[in-house]
């Protein structure tokens, strides 16, 4: 069964927020038919450096200059 090419698309956001908030996000994603994959992490520590992907698109963005 051929799968179409769609445009897809890989979106990391970090929130803090408490279970009432997260489990009310956690039902939208999970009904929602365009979002195909989802996970959702809880950590003890905020992470606020940089992700590897953002940092990627930064040295790129700086080599074409």
Known sequence: YPLR???QM???DSIQ???QVIDEISGLIK???SILR???LQRT???TESSVMMNREKTN???AH
Do not use: G, L, P, V
């Open 45 to 47: 520590k905020a992470y």
């Open 5 to 7: 090419r769609q445009r």
């Open 38 to 40: 989802h996970i959702i």
């Open 10 to 12: 890989c979106i990391r």
């Open 17 to 19: 927020a408490d279970n």
């Open 31 to 33: 009904f929602n038919d």
């Open 61 to 63: 963005k700086e080599e």
